[in-house]
């Protein structure tokens, strides 16, 4: 069965750096989506993109954030400079396309931890 | 009001026992319902989707009321890997894209 991959699974990084978060969404979906869980928090949605642009993001999503999708596969996540408030987990879901579908699966996440 | 609110758990029940979960939204124009389960540390994974008034497969069961704005999920005869939390999710009214998540309700089956 399909499956959205992430990578890397953990990455620790220090305040103020930047890190790219990737996902490989499953291949016929045309819907992408970045979500995040602080520890022990509800799930948060950041942003959705779909044909190429942004189609909607929270207010945690703001210029620090930006989202790419540099290829036909992978759609990354960047966060330009990190702040310890950052640490979460951070889920790529994707969905396919048609009306009446919108189930989103997940892939495994990828902690990050900014010290 | 939160935009989806559900039980705060934990659940604590024996295994075999019927446990339900109860979770109300606030945008009356929501039409799209999930319920998630997620294990520790995990990503949350797809349980069912409820479209129109209800759902059922096998030992689970998701019944929407509209009027009421409230979902439920049944779980019969619960087993050991029931154990989760359990996230009950709605599309945005709003929009087609976002997720609006609940804080979930952790179940604990007992042998």
Redesign the interface.
Known sequence: EPEVTQTPSHQVTQMGQEVILRCVPISNHL?F?W?RQILG?????LV?F?NNEI??K?EIFDDQFSVERPDGSNFTLKIRSTKLEDSA?Y?CASRKPGQ?T????????T?LTVT | RKEVEQDPGPFNVPEGATVAFNCTYSNSASQ?F?WYRQDC??????LM?V?SSGNEDGRFTAQLNRASQYISLLIRDSKLSDSATY?CVV?SGN??????????TKLIIKP
Not at chain 1, 41 to 45: I, T
Not at chain 2, 41 to 46: D, G, M, S, T, W
């Open positions: 819907y989506y979500y928090q509800k799930v948060e949605f959705s779909y189609s909607e929270s987990m889920f009446g919108y189930e989103q699966y997940f892939g495994p996440g902690r | 799209s999930f540390r995990k990503e949350p994974k797809l989707s479209y996230l599309l929009s087609n894209y976002q997720l609006i998540w609940g804080a979930g």
